[in-house]
């Protein structure tokens, strides 16, 4: 995982997985980063509201 704050307050992220290992887990995980981008995204319109 890496990310990159920008001048203007923005945050950027990129992230790998792999689930080779274990394939049940690769829904899990994407609803889980799903969940946290749109509590992000609501948190940051009520900030602009």
Request: glycine letters at 6%; zero cysteines.
């Amino acid at each position: 995982m890496h990310w990159h704050l920008e001048a203007g307050g923005s945050t950027y992220m990129g992230m790998a997985f792999d689930f080779s290992f274990n394939p049940s887990h690769r829904r899990f995980v994407v609803q889980q980063i799903t969940r946290a981008v749109a509590i992000q995204q609501r948190e940051q319109f009520r900030a602009t509201a």
